[in-house]
């Protein structure tokens, strides 16, 4: 048995700018290479059609999936990529399959985002154990106050739809979950969207300067001091 990691890319606008974050499903098995192509496209689509386009405009897509085998880690074992992230004018945009229609307007706050869940058996002390996943493009909520945000029609919809594109994958003998624990093959999906903090991506590593560079740093520095000494 073996644990792999599918990365599911995007890209989009957060506040003003073109930003990247991932989705990363925990899968578990034993899968042949001549099916990862399979996985990766059932993965894309799932956030694909999870997500929520804007029917006025495009706010981003699925860019880029990877699968990554977690026993050898380094480099992906395979890559499937959809569009140029950097190149705006090529986004495809979220095609929203999985929600009941995609004719509201979207959300424009991106930490605003979809709950899902799938329950993994109970943990050590007796609590429930959660597969969690959230998704940063939604429909606009019109809920009355204390109602659901996401109405019936569109939680059925999703719980369908996700089930579908995972049970793909298991089809081919990779299952979400780890080692550990299996996740349950049916998901949940929250009725009341969630405030969940866009990830930052990480920091660029500080590259190592020329001789001429820290020469030229040194001297503005001296010149700083010199300055602030008179």
């Known amino acids: ?90 986004w495809v945009k979220y095609s929203g399959a999985g929600w009941s229609s995609t004719t509201v307007a979207n959300e424009k706050v991106a930490e605003v985002s979809l709950q899902v869940e799938w329950p993994a058996g109970l943990g050590r002390t007796g609590k429930p154990v959660l597969f969690r996943k959230w998704y940063h493009a939604v429909k606009i909520s019109v809920a009355a106050e204390g109602g659901s945000d996401i109405a019936a029609a569109d939680v059925t919809a999703l719980g369908t739809f996700i089930h579908a594109q995972t049970a793909i994958a298991a089809g081919l003998g990779v299952p979400m979950g780890n080692s550990s624990r299996l996740a349950a093959t049916t998901p949940v999906v929250l009725t009341h969207y969630g405030a969940h903090q866009m990830p930052r991506g990480r920091r660029k590593r500080v590259a190592a300067l020329t001789q001429a560079q820290g020469q030229t740093i040194l001297n503005i520095l001296e010149n700083q001091a010199y300055g602030q000494a008179k």
């Open 1 to 90: 048995m073996t644990d792999y990691r599918v990365v599911v890319r995007h890209v989009g606008y957060w506040r003003g700018t073109v930003h990247k974050w991932s989705t990363v499903y925990p899968l578990t098995g034993a899968l042949s290479s001549g099916d990862y192509g399979t996985v990766l496209d059932a993965y894309h689509d799932l956030d694909d059609g999870v997500c929520y386009p804007d029917p006025s405009g495009n706010n981003g897509g699925v860019w880029e999936v990877a699968l990554y085998d977690q026993a050898t880690g380094g480099v992906p074992i395979a890559v499937q990529t959809y569009f140029d992230p950097d190149t705006p004018g090529s």
